[in-house]
């Protein structure tokens, strides 16, 4: 055989060879698409299937943790579905078993996300669930997109708060079932101020305990403890 006929045709053989392994590749590496029918089958009440819980529409097998996701487990209200809610509601039962985050707050869908990110480094991912957060040919949705941004918003807020709240010393503090609690500063008075991300960040307004000197006492916002002197560096609360 000649020469140029002898490299052409094993160019040939070696572009067919990586064709079919592109294409068992991209086979392999597809992952499965579920419907929330399917999915419920994998609830681990029958033995010979693996336990599967989803999370924003991501799938995990986590037969692994089957003492805790198997029947009788402890979490075994997420197998079998995607409750992302639940991850920070707490509301195992009924309506609070469900995929949708509508009212939570940035720094709760924050904490789902969060939640999703542990699934991805401790379970094997398995595949998609079509509905809310996946289309039918596994692409994310535009809600998905949604609670990413969202989350992100979160995660920068917090961390605003967190650079803000740094420049002002909390209070130390301590609570006992005898003595109840208290707060104090080994230098300043402890005062309550609002935290003024906090509204953003959870849709409530919420207050710390943090110590400030006495020439920052005059400042607006400051609340002093009830019950609590003036100049007193420890508060009952």
């Known amino acids: 055989m000649p020469a140029k006929k002898l490299i052409t045709s094993s160019c040939f053989g070696i572009a067919v060879l990586v ?29 010979s299937l693996p336990i599967l819980l989803g999370i924003l529409g991501s799938v995990f097998d986590v037969t692994k943790g089957k ?6 487990g ?26 949708s985050l509508r009212g939570l707050s940035s720094t709760e869908v924050h904490s789902v996300v969060g939640w999703r990110d542990f699934y991805f480094k401790s379970y094997k991912f398995v595949g998609r669930l079509v509905g809310r957060y996946y289309d039918s040919q596994g692409n ?10 969202k989350a992100a918003r979160g995660a920068q807020l917090m961390e605003k708060q967190k650079n803000m709240e740094a420049k002002q010393p909390s209070c130390n503090s301590r609570w006992s079932q005898d003595d109840g609690g208290e707060v104090w500063c080994d230098d300043g008075f402890p005062r309550l101020v609002q935290r003024p991300l906090e ?10 305990c943090a110590c400030f000197n006495e ?15 003036y100049l007193a560096k420890r508060c009952r609360v």
């Open 19 to 47: 064709a079919l392994i592109a294409f068992l590749l991209k086979f392999h590496t597809r992952q499965k698409l579920f419907t929330a029918e399917e999915l419920a089958f994998y609830n681990g009440t029958d033995e």
């Open 67 to 72: 003492s805790h996701y198997g029947a009788g």
């Open 74 to 99: 402890g979490y075994n209200h997420f197998a079998g579905r995607d409750a992302s809610r639940a991850f920070v509601s707490g509301n195992f039962t009924g309506d609070g078993l469900t995929d």
């Open 140 to 149: 994310p949705t535009k809600y998905l997109k949604g609670v990413e941004a």
């Open 199 to 208: 509204i953003a960040l959870t849709g409530k307004m919420s207050k710390r």
């Open 215 to 229: 020439s920052q006492l005059g400042q607006p916002g400051l609340e002093v403890y009830n019950g609590c002197d």
